[in-house]
Each structure stands twice: as C-alpha cells, then as structure tokens.
C-alpha cells in the first residue's frame, strides 16, 4: 500500500523560483526514464538532494511507494508537460 504524505492544497502553494522548478523538472524527468518509478539511491546518484525529491511529493508530483520510492504522478507529468514552470 502507497504511503500518503499530507500535500497543500494549489491555494496554499508557495510559488517556486526559477532554480527549484529546474530541479523539480531534472527530478521529474529522471523518474520518467527511470521507467515512471525511482528509488533514492537512483536520484542521488544523478545527484539530486532528497528534500528537493520530497517537495515534488508534497507539491503532488510524485507519489511515495515506500520510505524511498517514488512514483510520478498525473500531475507530475502534467507539470513536465508545462516545460516544469510553477502554476501554484
């Protein structure tokens, strides 16, 4: 069973500056060739932070399938579709 973390509603996002929404798209498109699912081990060795692959769960992008799995969903791929850019 999916572990479900709290996320923020889209009125109580915090706008993202143009940094964290690179990051948050390099995270989301790793878990997309990763085959749509990642481990940690396989983000940090693209060498990405695990606060900023725990923000997109919280923002709704990714989904926790274990304490250090990750699944990107519908949103998530909505947001890469967007070019990554904040619409919170």
Known sequence: MPLSLPCRRESE??????TQ????????E???RLGGTARWSQLHSRGLHFMQVHACA???DTEALGPYEW???SAGRAALADGGRDNG
């Open 13 to 18: 996002m915090v706008k993202l500056t143009e």
């Open 30 to 32: 790793a878990i997309v």
């Open 58 to 60: 919280n923002r709704g």
């Open 71 to 73: 699944r990107i969903t």
């Open 21 to 28: 929404q690179f990051e948050r798209r390099l995270i989301l």
